[in-house]
């Protein structure tokens, strides 16, 4: 019997190109506490759960950061980023992709480490309504990556073992979830990780981005 694979997309640097939005938006919320942190260190925990963003963060700078200024810093962040979001657009072939999905046939979910407050405009964006969409984000799970929570959660929404997951992502913390729940990774170049770096962390295959993978989907089982 062959299993059927479910698509579980990662939204920011996946499907959308926002990744440098939310880079400058922490730029602005880290800076209004007064915290130092460059911005190319801001872009290589982009994609992680704020949780981790936050150890990471102490870590670095030994600063003390209390809940309240956690909350501060999420809050500051969230209201940047709404500023930053008008120049958010749908990467190269990402509707093209999920188009060809649900013409197919062939399940997918979006599992993003964002807040539903960050998240909703990306997915306008997008054209992907969450009212009929399997959309599951850092607000519905208690951990997010590299924890597998979220992919777990996607899978369970679409009625699918998370083993028959083909886990689409832009940065190493996607492809340590994916291998942490036994899907495969599938990484894309549009988030600014290079492919050896996401290969390391357990990528099967590597494109430059939804485009490039819609040309190559039955390399990691799209058929119709």
Same mark, same amino acid.
């Given at each position: 019997?062959?299993?059927? !694979?479910? #698509?579980? #997309?990662? +939204?920011?640097?996946?499907?959308?190109?926002?990744?440098?939005?939310? @880079?400058?938006?922490?730029?602005?919320?880290?800076?209004?506490?007064?915290?130092?942190? /460059?911005? =190319?260190?801001?872009?290589?925990?982009? %994609?992680?759960? %704020?949780? +981790?963003?936050?150890?990471? +963060?102490?870590?670095?700078?030994?600063?003390?950061? &209390?809940?309240?200024?956690?909350?501060?810093?999420?809050?500051?962040?969230?209201?940047?980023?709404?500023?930053? /979001?008008?120049?958010?657009? *749908?990467?190269?072939?990402?509707?093209?992709?999920? $188009? =060809?999905?649900?013409? $197919?046939?062939?399940? =997918?979910?979006?599992?993003? /480490?964002?807040?539903?407050?960050?998240?909703?405009?990306? +997915?306008?964006?997008?054209?992907?309504?969450?009212?009929?969409? !399997?959309?599951?984000?850092?607000?519905?799970?208690?951990?997010?990556?590299?924890? *597998?929570?979220?992919?777990?959660?996607?899978?369970?929404?679409?009625?699918?073992?998370?083993?028959?997951?083909?886990? @689409?992502?832009? &940065?190493? =913390?996607?492809?340590?979830?994916?291998?942490?729940?036994?899907?495969? %990774?599938?990484?894309?170049? /549009?988030?600014?990780?290079?492919?050896?770096?996401?290969?390391?962390?357990?990528?099967?295959?590597?494109?430059?981005? !939804?485009?490039?993978?819609?040309?190559?989907?039955?390399? @990691?089982?799209?058929?119709?």
């Amino acid at each position: 019997m062959r299993l059927e !694979p479910v #698509f579980l #997309f990662d +939204l920011d640097g996946t499907l959308v190109d926002s990744v440098y939005q939310h @880079v400058l938006a922490w730029k602005e919320a880290l800076d209004a506490e007064g915290i130092e942190l /460059s911005v =190319w260190r801001i872009h290589r925990k982009i %994609g992680m759960s %704020g949780g +981790l963003f936050t150890n990471q +963060l102490l870590r670095e700078t030994g600063l003390e950061i &209390s809940e309240e200024r956690v909350d501060r810093l999420r809050r500051a962040h969230a209201a940047a980023y709404r500023r930053y /979001s008008d120049s958010v657009r *749908p990467l190269p072939g990402a509707r093209e992709l999920l $188009a =060809w999905l649900t013409d $197919a046939s062939i399940p =997918w979910a979006i599992a993003t /480490s964002g807040r539903m407050e960050t998240a909703a405009h990306n +997915l306008a964006v997008l054209g992907v309504d969450p009212e009929h969409t !399997p959309v599951v984000t850092r607000d519905l799970v208690k951990y997010a990556k590299p924890d *597998p929570d979220l992919f777990v959660a996607a899978a369970e929404r679409l009625g699918a073992p998370i083993e028959t997951a083909i886990v @689409v992502g832009d &940065s190493i =913390w996607d492809m340590l979830a994916a291998a942490r729940c036994k899907a495969l %990774g599938v990484g894309l170049l /549009s988030g600014g990780y290079g492919p050896d770096e996401l290969r390391d962390a357990g990528a099967i295959r590597v494109y430059e981005d !939804p485009a490039d993978l819609l040309r190559h989907v039955d390399e @990691v089982g799209g058929r119709r």
